[in-house]
């Protein structure tokens, strides 16, 4: 039994077996930012339904379905703000919104928050969770690929750390693009992280696959990953991190800018009669 109060103060990772649950962007951002305090990001809008596609539904009817059910406009949120008394600008997917599917708002939210970066002059961290491309567009949403890989490289051409946190899940073309183009590859404990998933792997090989495959441990041992960190320690990783990778000196605890007292101390008040 997990209390929700409980649950939320440990970031929706379960107090006894350390499962990690779903944590949405916002969420995450909350819990990342110093005091929770950060600025969205703006996103350049894409044509909406290009192809005009329709399945049992048709895409604008699943889009407003999303948005109704996550409160957001799409699947990724941009956002600037500190951590760690860090500037950093930071993305993050969420799988709730149609699975993350990476389509061209996706593309464009990726591309906005590395010319933020090169504006402000900060590191972007990214926060992948998706099943991959969206469907409903198409060859358009595998053109994202190329776009967000040039993003990545106009961060590396203005010499800005570029650091990626993948999350569960993490699958399709978007661990073949910007997912796994980071400085440094991070994953949160036992994520999935995969380009075709175990079941369609098993099915084609006719094999059993070993136990934990694709999963984050075993990208950490097979050479993939650089860490695998824990969901509540994670933001003191990634300040260490980066201030490491732009030479700043390292984090102090408790580092706040000292109150402005309006009034004059009492010690001071008397010293002055």
């Not at 929706?12 to 077996?17: A, E, F, G, K």
């Not at 499962?19 to 005091?35: G, I, K, T, W, Y």
């Not at 708002?105 to 972007?124: D, Q």
């Not at 991959?132 to 106009?154: C, D, K």
Request: contains cysteine; glycine residues 6%; hydrophobic residues 40%.
């Amino acid at each position: 039994m997990l209390f929700h109060r409980e649950l939320a103060e440990s970031l929706n990772v379960c107090s006894n077996c350390q499962h990690h649950m779903a944590f949405s962007p916002r969420e995450r951002f909350h819990a990342l930012f110093d005091n929770g305090i950060f600025v969205e990001v703006a996103v350049p809008e894409p044509t909406v339904d290009p192809l005009q596609f329709r399945d049992q539904k048709k895409y604008p009817e699943r889009l407003k379905q999303a948005q109704k059910a996550t409160s957001e406009k799409e699947a990724m949120l941009v956002a600037e703000g500190e951590i760690g008394r860090t500037p950093i600008v930071a993305a993050a997917q969420d799988f709730s919104f149609m699975a993350g599917s990476m389509g061209m708002y996706v593309g464009n939210a990726i591309i906005a928050a590395a010319e933020r970066s090169i504006e402000l002059k900060r590191p972007l961290v990214l926060f992948s969770a998706a099943g991959g491309a969206r469907m409903q567009e198409g060859i358009l949403s595998l053109m994202q690929m190329p776009r967000t890989t040039v993003a990545v490289e106009m961060l590396r051409d203005a010499g800005l750390p570029y650091i990626v946190v993948l999350t569960h899940p993490t699958t399709g073309g978007v661990t073949a693009s910007y997912a796994m183009l980071g400085d440094v590859q991070i994953a949160e404990p036992n994520a999935l992280i995969c380009f075709a998933g175990p079941r369609v792997i098993e099915q084609t090989i006719r094999e059993k696959l070993p136990e934990g495959f694709q999963r984050a441990e075993y990208h950490l041992d097979h050479g993939m990953l650089d860490r695998d960190t824990p969901r509540r320690t994670m933001k003191h990783e990634l300040v260490t991190i980066i201030r490491m990778l732009t030479g700043q000196s390292p984090a102090v605890a408790g580092d706040l800018p000292a109150p402005q007292d309006s009034d004059p101390a009492p010690e001071k008040a008397e010293a002055a009669e």
